[in-house]
């Protein structure tokens, strides 16, 4: 995998325990994980949210590596964009970017490395899922981000690999990416 490093460009990730993981190393943590158990149903999600502070806005894109009712291994990247997004449609708009940026380095290869380890045990209910959360609901009275959704949801599956996922089925941006969105970044470019 290192040969393809190279084309990944420079992302960086972190968690609650590791930070400064290359997409490499997250992937090989991922597989790890799965290597764990892997007779399990999985959901592999990207999710991403953002916070407007003064001067600019920071964007979490989150991955999380779920197996339902057994656990998860996530980590997130950080992306500070230096102007504040006051647009609601713009701010969707570049989270769901964000989500799809990454979810392009895992479609092909990756996705099938993460495969590979389950196939033996499809028949006992071994399975990958592939998801992009959007951070936005559908009900109007509750989610003023409802107007975009459809918009959103179409971009995502217009790429035939991940599903979208709204609220309040979209953990990975709604809960996750958004826990670490809260804290203002030291500098901003």
Same mark, same amino acid.
């Given at each position: 995998? +290192? ?30 994980? &799965? ?27 989150? &991955? ?14 950080? *992306? ?12 969707? +708009? ?37 998801? &992009?959360? &959007? ?13 975009? *959704? ?5 971009? *995502? ?33």
């Amino acid at each position: 995998m +290192s040969k393809q490093a190279s084309k990944w460009g420079d992302l960086r990730f972190q968690n609650v325990s590791e930070s400064g993981m290359t997409l490499e190393d997250v992937m090989n943590r991922m597989l790890r994980f &799965i290597g764990q158990d892997p007779r399990c149903a999985y959901h592999f999600v990207i999710g991403t949210d953002s916070q407007v502070f003064r001067g600019y806005t920071k964007f979490v894109t989150g &991955i999380v590596l779920h197996r339902p009712g057994k656990g998860a291994w996530a980590c997130y990247r950080v *992306v500070v964009l230096p102007r504040e997004v006051l647009s609601l449609r713009e701010k969707l +708009s570049y989270e769901t970017s964000l989500s799809q940026e990454l979810a392009a380095y895992f479609a092909d290869d990756l996705l099938h490395m993460m495969e590979a380890p389950l196939l033996p045990y499809v028949y006992q209910g071994a399975s990958l899922e592939s998801f &992009i959360d &959007i951070d936005a609901g559908t009900e109007p009275v509750v989610n003023k981000t409802s107007l975009y *959704v459809q918009e959103m949801v179409e971009r *995502v599956e217009a790429s035939g690999v991940f599903l979208a996922r709204v609220k309040p089925e979209s953990y990975a941006a709604s809960a996750y990416a958004n826990r670490y969105t809260k804290r203002p970044v030291k500098k901003v470019m």
